[in-house]
């Protein structure tokens, strides 16, 4: 869940290939359509399309107060109480468990699968909400984040609002799959907690005090686990093996944290342009991204240059931001997180095929995966 | 939820009669062992008996982060993880919801429904976590808040998970009434939500922008809303109709609004040797209770006085909370809220009657109502 503060990537248009590094994944089967991103964004717009009216009759049942902070977030309406144009993100998870479902089940399934794509879209929000309460992130889709504009307290309520109409949806579905995806999806904002935690945890610790381990622990938690669950709930409501659904979050998991090392690379040496966020953005912050960690751990001189660099805090000196790039760089930071990238959306691809062997069925989770990973470093 | 911050009334023994006022509530029908409390604090014993085991073993299921903070939360850690001896709170949700269920389903309904109990319990130590963070308060049974030990961002976290594991624990019963139950559950956690964001809201006014009815519908959604639904889920899992399941859900309602009505009373009035906060500790907060609203909105000559010493921030002035509480008396809050208490009593028991019309049956929950409002002024 940490993407969407490179807010800008998720609103650009096609994106280019990863033409300095290689492309991410190279060894899997490509499905049809899915090397352009084409089929990826036709799905992103055909799954908010299919959200959107279920999700604003979700938001609109809530009390008016935990409404309004709501459709703010959203971005449905300013802070005034006006409507606005709306930019509620890119439905990745949406779009994730109605591919799943349709992988699976085909159209029907898809069409069944819609509540529990707006339920996956509600955990998501209310762990945005949150997120920015504690991270004190003061942007979120190019506006000011809730708390900012309404308080701490509302954006707390309104997101506890949010996880609650969430697993009520699921819940009053007389799907057969209702109970097994309520439970799924708590099971998996339990482990967004963690994962918050750790991560908030690790940042106020020194350079020399996170492991990759736990690095990559977190970033599972934090954004591995919701897109994994979404394809799991896509799955149940398709009526798949228990097997199955295992793959299919094993697959969203994967493919999320190949999503998260690219996000990371992004956020060094990201082409402002392209990201909406400074090269570096996250160096001068101190973050403890993975490519920041597989360098400080990694036993080379560079390392012993980027930890005293890390060590102390950003001053405005963009030369200094270069230096730790450059020492991060060297330390082998950027190649490992490239690397692992390629081998996570090699997993993902590996449990994809358990899943779905049909590669043409499995042709629109891949595109999505695809998109997610696509980006310019 | 409000009541625990008057947190010795939980752990003291037998309470007294209202001597000075009478009793909340005259007009009903005993059931036995209710005038005395001995029924009333056997059944909360009974409940802390049978719900802890679960409660402790959904709580082993966090991971260790989150498990951490709910464990000293409930009081079963100390800050530094070694054991404490406990005083997760009187039981009086989880004692509703077995009392409902025993009452319209007899001893297998009680023994059914103990999951429900756990999840209601849950959902309000999720809201006492949350309610601390925002209002800033230090001290939630003797002990330090989660918030002042492990900090804002994990107490918000801690009850984020124990919303999920609430909802959680409630989806995955094989119980017929499970999908009803979280419905309901999660139903409740908005409007506590909605309830939380007025009390906020109002306290931010000035003494005279605030009306006596929102006030009532605060207090109905912070308190009544959860007591409510604690018996309503008492009813599902016993199986009982539509309407019974609302005449309960009514029931607790009115006997958690005449429950706060009596602890804004306290708050005012109350002996600081039986209640463990001062008297006038809500005056000096400039609290917006029940009793202080009915006063400034009585149109009385000393409704003007009151709202002139309200609108001024206290500043260590005993004597003037003497004269605020004698304005609010002047002006009528104390016989209004007092009335007010036992007209709400008397329409709980009405309730109590529809659903249960069996005065042996209904004794428990009946108990339980006056227990929670039989306080000393």
Redesign the interface.
Known sequence: MTETRHSAVETRGPTGTLERHGPIGTQRDKGPGAADGQEAEALLRQARASVDPELRAAIAS??V??RRIALYHFGWEHADGTPAEGNAGKAIRPALVLASAAALGGTGARAAAVRAAVAVELVHN?SLL?DD??DRDTTRRHRPTAWTVFG???A??????L???A??LL??DPHPA??AA??RL??C???L??G???D??MERRGPDEVTLEETLAMAEAKTGALLGCACALGGLYAGATEEDVEALDAFGREAGLAFQLIDDVIGIWGDPCRTGKPAGADLAVRKKSLPVVAALTSGTPAAVELAELYGVPYEDDKEELERIALAVERAGGRDWAQAKAADRMARAMHELSRAVPDPEAAGGLLSLAEFVTRRST
Do not use: N
């Not at 707390?156 to 609002?161: F, H, N, Q, V």
């Open positions: 809530l009390p107060s935990m209310f949150h309460v504690m701490d307290a509302d707390i309520l309104a997101g506890d609002a996880q609650a109409l697993l009520r819940a009053a209702s109970a309520v439970t708590a099971d904002v339990v482990e907690c963690a918050q935690h750790a908030t945890a």
